[in-house]
């Protein structure tokens, strides 16, 4: 199995090599403006590091930086940094867009990544996607496959809805299996063994948009869902 546009839960993957425990696993990370995916590979050889995106693909080079460019520690997240033969030159006829994107021949990819003790890079989150509530930064995608392990879970998606005391308030978008009953109070229990700040204070049952690509339509998803922030002040206050 070859796999990915975008993080897939870790929990997913090890639930398919149960299922096809002599099938191969491997990942590849990239976006159009590195000519498609091969700046981060896992490779097949890395299956024991299920859920990483892998290390630099041949002559490329990578870094996790803060907003000043300068790299964070291991560990830590940051924006993924990299750089390689198959960057871009520029967007066409859109030199603000370029110089946002590009620095000293660095491509800023967008996305929240860490390293770990071995190299392995691993994706945390798109940083556009990043919820800030109360000063704390939480990432959708870990609480995304936290909740994929519930077994009446078909889907799921978190996003960040306004909130008058918080800024934002971190919400999950809950698609239930067919046939499966779940209630609001039975994800949120199932979330206390989440840090508190990380814990989705609303849940909404409905569909998971999802592009041709399989990636989730998060932006379509705050515009269905923004409209309900009167609905949930009673919420916020308490």
């Known amino acids: 199995m070859h796999i990915g546009a975008q993080p897939v839960p870790s929990s997913l993957i090890r639930e398919w090599k149960r299922i096809f425990p002599h099938h191969q696993y491997d990942t590849n990370y990239g976006l159009t403006e590195t000519t ?9 050889e890395n299956s024991h590091k299920v859920g990483a995106i892998g290390k630099p693909g041949f002559d490329w080079e990578v870094k996790i930086i803060d907003e000043l460019m300068k790299r964070v520690p291991k560990g830590e997240p940051g924006e993924l940094a990299v750089r390689g033969p198959g960057v871009m030159k ?83 978008i809950v698609q239930i299996k067919k046939e499966a009953q779940l209630t609001r109070k039975e994800v ?27 990636k989730i339509e998060k932006p379509r998803l705050r515009e269905i869902h923004s409209g309900i922030k009167e609905a949930f002040k009673k919420l916020d206050a308490d």
């Open 188 to 214: 949120l229990d199932f979330c206390r063994t989440l840090p508190r700040y990380k814990r989705p204070r609303r849940v909404i049952f409905g569909d998971i948009p999802r592009n041709p690509t399989g």
């Open 36 to 44: 498609g995916p091969g700046c981060v590979h896992l490779g097949l």
């Open 90 to 172: 520029s967007y066409y006829n859109n030199e603000e867009a370029t110089d946002e994107t590009l620095s000293k021949g660095w491509l800023l990819t967008g996305d929240i990544a860490r390293e770990d003790e071995d190299g392995f890079i691993w994706l945390v989150d798109r940083k556009k996607d990043v919820i800030n509530t109360g000063g704390e930064n939480i990432y959708p995608v870990e609480i995304e496959e936290f909740l994929q392990g519930h077994e009446k879970i078909q889907d799921v998606a978190v996003i960040g809805l306004p909130s008058s005391r918080l800024g934002e308030i971190a919400t999950a």
